[in-house]
């Protein structure tokens, strides 16, 4: 079993819609965690970033992380052609600079 | 915000060459660098760990001999991937945290190709 697991989609809706994206881990351990957007051929970009259990929002962005169910979600409202992209999620360990661990990522397309 | 400097973008390069990757962080001291490699359609494998001043740590199953990592400085790391064969063709891409709070800056990536 991988220590973090996200629904590799594709992922196609029309614009205007509400993404819903999730990722699963086993490491209770996990104590920051991370959205990051890669469009293709360029370095991932971060999103939204946070360490505790709840919702954090940004923009048309909202991060929700359940520690005690071991599930974080990003939600991506209204939409747009622009958000198509594969997006990753990441999680680390508390500490100076410990690596990431990575989902497979979701590949996301928004349709006009 | 932090930003992370990668060069070159892209490189073609001939079977048996050299060639060198570097990573700046422009505006905060990237104590430790990550390398990773990623191959179309799939997720980030992290290579290695530099850390300013110190050797390189090495993920299980990365020869070192081959890609050789270099932290000299604290806004400087170099991948230099030496006697590049095909198989070495991918998309390379470094990664920094500027503080320990916050998520880790990226690269824009480097997509080698050998020919």
């Known amino acids: 079993q991988k220590e973090v697991e996200q629904d590799p989609g594709p992922l196609s809706v029309p614009e205007g819609a509400i993404v819903s994206l999730n990722c699963t881990y086993s490491?209770?351990?996990?104590?920051?965690f991370m959205w990051y957007r890669q469009y293709s051929r360029k370095g991932p970009e971060l999103l939204m970033y946070?360490?505790?259990?709840g919702n954090k929002e940004d923009g048309r962005f909202t991060a929700q992380v359940d520690k005690s169910s071991k599930y974080i979600s990003l939600f991506i409202r209204d939409s747009q052609p622009s958000d198509s992209a594969t997006y990753l999620c990441?999680?680390?360990?508390?500490?100076?600079?410990?690596?990431?661990?990575f989902g497979t990522g979701t590949r996301l397309q928004v349709m006009l | 915000g932090a930003v992370v400097s990668q060069h070159p973008s892209r490189v073609i390069c001939k079977s048996g060459t050299s060639v060198k990757i570097e990573c700046r962080s422009l505006?905060?001291?990237?104590?430790?660098m990550f390398w990773y490699r990623q191959f179309p359609k799939q997720s980030l494998m992290l290579m290695a760990t530099?850390?300013?001043?110190?050797?390189?740590?090495?993920e299980q199953g990365v020869e070192k001999d081959k890609f050789l990592i270099n932290h000299a400085s604290l806004t400087l790391s170099t991948l230099t991937v030496t006697s590049a064969h095909p198989e070495d063709s991918s998309f390379y891409i470094c990664?920094?945290?500027?503080?320990?709070?916050?998520?880790?800056?990226f690269g824009s990536g480097t997509r080698l190709t050998v020919v």
């Open positions: 990664s920094a945290p500027p503080r320990q709070a916050y998520g880790y800056t």
């Open positions: 490491n209770s351990a996990f104590q920051y």
């Open positions: 946070t360490y505790s259990s």
């Open positions: 990441a999680m680390r360990l508390a500490g100076t600079a410990s690596k990431l661990t």
């Open positions: 505006d905060f001291q990237a104590t430790t």
């Open positions: 530099s850390n300013e001043g110190s050797k390189a740590t090495y």
